[in-house]
């Protein structure tokens, strides 16, 4: 009877394994409509985002900003690429919008690590400065992170939730 019990359990944990591997063989992020991954060329990135009609500027260094619209409203989304020797080595994009609980936008962001490959780490950082302080938790899974901000800045509360893929040394 238990080996009855154990063989389908077994087979069902199996299948959970093989696909989260099979899903994270690229370790990839959604940029909106388009996705990219580590390693992914530099030239590859630009050419979705000219078909994807996204606006794309240089950034520091080698580092493209890449926005969904031309023109920068309350609902247009920015995303954070950074290359070395042209190919994608980080990628960020934020989960908290205006029209997004910010609960909502932490389970969004979490809920993308599934099937992430490596071990999984928490972190809490605390960064003080004049202006304001924040927390900031790091939730690693192999190259795949999600960062989560809290704090108060000018003032003004701060809040954000940001998914990335980063391979550069940490």
Request: charged share 25%; aromatic share 8%.
């Amino acid at each position: 009877m238990k080996k009855l019990f154990m063989l389908p359990l077994l087979l069902v944990v199996s299948s959970v394994f093989i696909n989260a591997q099979a899903k994270d063989a690229k370790t990839s992020l959604e940029l909106g409509s388009l996705t990219v991954w580590l390693g992914m060329p530099k030239q590859e990135v630009v050419k979705q985002c000219a078909r994807a009609g996204y606006s794309v500027s240089n950034g520091l260094g080698d580092e493209l900003e890449i926005r969904d619209s031309e023109k920068l409203t309350i609902d247009s989304h920015i995303f954070r690429v950074i290359f070395k020797n042209d190919r994608v080595t980080y990628a960020s994009r934020n989960w908290y919008s205006s029209k997004r609980k910010p609960f909502d936008a932490v389970l969004g962001a979490l809920e993308q690590l599934e099937g992430a490959r490596g071990g999984c780490s928490v972190a809490h950082d605390q960064d003080k400065s004049p202006d304001g302080t924040s927390d900031l938790v790091f939730i690693t899974c192999g190259f795949h992170r999600v960062l989560i901000e809290s704090g108060n800045m000018d003032g003004e509360s701060v809040a954000n939730v940001y998914e990335q893929i980063d391979s550069r040394k940490r």
